[in-house]
């Protein structure tokens, strides 16, 4: 029997669907990755934007011949297009799948799968399995052992509810895993090869609040560190307000936790600000870039952006757009403003800055970082990073550097440089000298003495491990 999955939208996403890959893997499926050849499809879908939900629509429209031809199929449709309620409304829509699974939560796909096939299981027995496994998560089979980067959710939900953000609704409320329980994983994800971890969550920084006194983001990275075989920590995404100096110092100390922070601004603008409730100004979120530079030197700082949000003037976006070309950040996730049903900005604000505007503004931002971008990498030129390698990609080595910069080498030179020709890089961190850098990549070259001595894991960063 073969599984094929079909994921869109953030990293949360993509580790939910690691686990039903696992789940399914343990009931003996095999992963395949053409839809056709499948005996059970599952969609993960994403809401967080108009233009995704649209794709996640249209995705699974197109499975519906599929289902015509082999009425055996088995649709799963999951994630934030579900949500956390009954999916009575979409039942109607999608008279064809057959499986509807709140976001997080492969439950519902396998207990139609143990009835359905009737499996000697039970379903309280499965749920135990399942349970069981929960803290250890076995990778499916195509990932064990090649898998060098693995996201660990961390914080599911979310409970701030900003004004444009469907996803409190859709992933429910904010709650912290168990300190125990992500140790177990990052343990097992360790044994199968996985060599850095990014911790999850809609506001990772937030993580431990909801659990017993003292339990925080900066104590799981110290616990972190201590696990042998794992290279690098990263965790996303922050929230301005809940980056305290014990957990940047914590992130300067550790040679594991990488110089990389995401914390989203969202528009720079005050009254924007306001109107999106986000409970900071401006201001704030300058000293805080401050406090990360001071804390982390060479850090790298990601952050998102929504352009054209409900009543953002063309000098609010101004505003905006000069707070970037201040601050000069390395990353920026950009977004145009759509209406997310249910939100507060749904209900309360009208969506007026015309599309094209909006399409105006999303330019100017994105011209203005490519430039940003440019300049940043460019201080990379002539420098020697330590890059873990991923994988190849058109007969280059790929790979990311500690502040999660995007590096190729060409395969040729690893062969040719070491002594066994066609050696695996995967998991490897190697030196690697920056030959060529653009805004959203770099190019290099491995370094000659370091393959006849020791070409295993530098400390990253050049902290001590
Ligand atoms: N929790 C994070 C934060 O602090 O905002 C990120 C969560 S969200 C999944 C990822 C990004 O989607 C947000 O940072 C925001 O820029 C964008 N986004 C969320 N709702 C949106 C909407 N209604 N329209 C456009 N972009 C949106």
Same mark, same amino acid.
């Given at each position: 029997?073969?599984?094929?999955?079909?994921?869109?939208?953030?990293?949360?996403?993509?580790?939910?669907?690691?686990?039903?890959?696992?789940?399914?893997?343990?009931?003996?499926?095999?992963? !395949?990755?053409?839809?056709?050849?499948?005996?059970?499809?599952?969609?993960? @879908?994403?809401?967080?934007?108009?233009?995704?939900?649209?794709?996640?629509?249209? *995705?699974?429209?197109?499975?519906?011949?599929?289902?015509?031809?082999?009425?055996?199929?088995?649709?799963?449709?999951?994630?934030?297009?579900?949500?956390?309620?009954?999916?009575?409304?979409?039942?109607?829509?999608?008279?064809?799948?057959?499986?509807?699974?709140?976001?997080?939560?492969?439950?519902?796909?396998?207990?139609?799968?143990?009835?359905?096939?009737?499996?000697?299981?039970?379903?309280?027995?499965?749920?135990?399995?399942?349970?069981?496994?929960?803290?250890?998560?076995?990778?499916?089979?195509?990932?064990?052992?090649?898998l060098v980067s693995a996201?660990?959710?961390?914080?599911?939900?979310?409970? *701030?509810?900003?004004?444009?953000?469907?996803?409190?609704?859709?992933?429910?409320?904010?709650?912290?895993?168990?300190?125990?329980?992500?140790?177990?994983?990052? *343990?097992?994800?360790?044994?199968?090869?996985v060599k850095e971890i990014t911790?999850?969550?809609?506001?990772?920084?937030?993580?431990?609040?909801?659990?017993?006194?003292?339990?925080?983001?900066?104590?799981?990275?110290?616990?972190?560190?201590?696990?042998?075989?794992?290279?690098?920590?990263?965790?996303?995404?922050?929230?301005?307000?809940?980056?305290?100096?014990?957990?940047?110092?914590?992130?300067?100390?550790?040679?594991?936790?990488?110089?990389?922070?995401?914390?989203?601004?969202?528009?720079?603008?005050?009254?924007?600000?306001?109107?999106?409730?986000?409970?900071?100004?401006?201001?704030?979120?300058?000293?805080?870039?401050?406090?990360?530079?001071?804390?982390?030197?060479?850090?790298?700082?990601?952050?998102?952006?929504?352009?054209?949000?409900?009543?953002?003037?063309?000098?609010?976006?101004?505003? @905006?757009?000069?707070?970037?070309?201040?601050?000069?950040?390395?990353?920026?996730?950009?977004?145009?403003?759509?209406?997310?049903?249910?939100?507060?900005?749904?209900?309360?604000?009208?969506?007026?800055?015309?599309?094209?505007?909006?399409?105006?503004?999303?330019?100017?931002?994105?011209?203005?970082?490519?430039?940003?971008? @440019?300049?940043?990498?460019?201080?990379?030129?002539?420098?020697?990073?330590?890059?873990?390698?991923e994988?190849?990609?058109?007969?280059?080595?790929?790979?990311?550097?500690?502040?999660?910069?995007?590096?190729?080498?060409?395969?040729?030179?690893?062969?040719?440089?070491?002594?066994?020709?066609?050696?695996?890089?995967?998991?490897?961190?190697?030196?690697?000298?920056? !030959?060529?850098?653009?805004?959203?990549?770099?190019?290099?070259?491995?370094?000659?003495?370091?393959?006849? !001595?020791?070409?295993?894991?530098?400390?990253?960063?050049?902290?001590?491990?």
């Amino acid at each position: 029997m073969k599984y094929h999955i079909w994921t869109i939208g953030c990293q949360m996403n993509v580790a939910d669907s690691q686990r039903v890959a696992s789940t399914l893997e343990r009931l003996d499926y095999q992963s !395949t990755r053409r839809a056709e050849d499948a005996d059970v499809i599952v969609l993960n @879908t994403c809401v967080v934007r108009q233009s995704a939900e649209d794709k996640a629509t249209g *995705h699974l429209n197109s499975l519906r011949p599929l289902k015509k031809r082999n009425p055996k199929l088995v649709i799963n449709l999951m994630g934030c297009m579900v949500g956390p309620r009954n999916s009575a409304k979409l039942q109607s829509l999608f008279p064809f799948v057959d499986v509807f699974s709140p976001p997080a939560d492969p439950g519902p796909l396998i207990s139609y799968l143990t009835q359905a096939e009737s499996r000697s299981l039970e379903e309280a027995e499965t749920r135990q399995r399942f349970d069981i496994m929960d803290g250890e998560l076995l990778l499916p089979a195509h990932e064990r052992g090649r898998l060098v980067s693995a996201n660990v959710p961390l914080v599911n939900g979310c409970s *701030h509810a900003c004004t444009y953000c469907v996803i409190p609704y859709r992933r429910g409320p904010e709650r912290s895993r168990p300190v125990e329980e992500v140790l177990r994983e990052v *343990h097992s994800l360790v044994a199968q090869g996985v060599k850095e971890i990014t911790l999850l969550g809609q506001i990772v920084d937030r993580y431990g609040k909801d659990l017993p006194e003292g339990t925080s983001l900066a104590g799981l990275l110290r616990r972190l560190q201590q696990v042998e075989g794992l290279e690098r920590i990263r965790f996303l995404t922050s929230h301005p307000n809940w980056m305290t100096d014990e957990l940047l110092q914590t992130t300067a100390e550790l040679p594991k936790v990488m110089p990389h922070i995401e914390v989203p601004v969202q528009a720079g603008d005050d009254q924007v600000l306001a109107h999106m409730r986000r409970g900071y100004t401006a201001d704030d979120y300058r000293h805080l870039i401050e406090r990360i530079r001071t804390f982390i030197p060479d850090v790298a700082i990601a952050n998102d952006i929504i352009v054209g949000f409900p009543g953002e003037s063309a000098e609010q976006f101004q505003h @905006t757009f000069y707070l970037l070309a201040e601050l000069k950040l390395d990353v920026v996730h950009l977004a145009r403003y759509s209406v997310r049903p249910g939100t507060v900005a749904a209900r309360k604000m009208q969506d007026d800055v015309p599309e094209e505007e909006k399409w105006q503004r999303f330019r100017l931002i994105e011209e203005l970082q490519e430039q940003i971008a @440019t300049e940043i990498n460019a201080r990379y030129l002539g420098k020697t990073v330590e890059v873990l390698f991923e994988g190849q990609v058109k007969g280059r080595w790929k790979g990311r550097t500690p502040t999660n910069k995007l590096v190729f080498v060409e395969a040729t030179s690893a062969e040719s440089l070491a002594e066994e020709p066609g050696q695996d890089l995967h998991g490897r961190v190697l030196p690697v000298a920056i !030959t060529w850098s653009g805004p959203w990549s770099m190019q290099g070259r491995f370094l000659l003495q370091l393959f006849q !001595t020791d070409p295993l894991s530098p400390a990253p960063n050049g902290k001590q491990k």
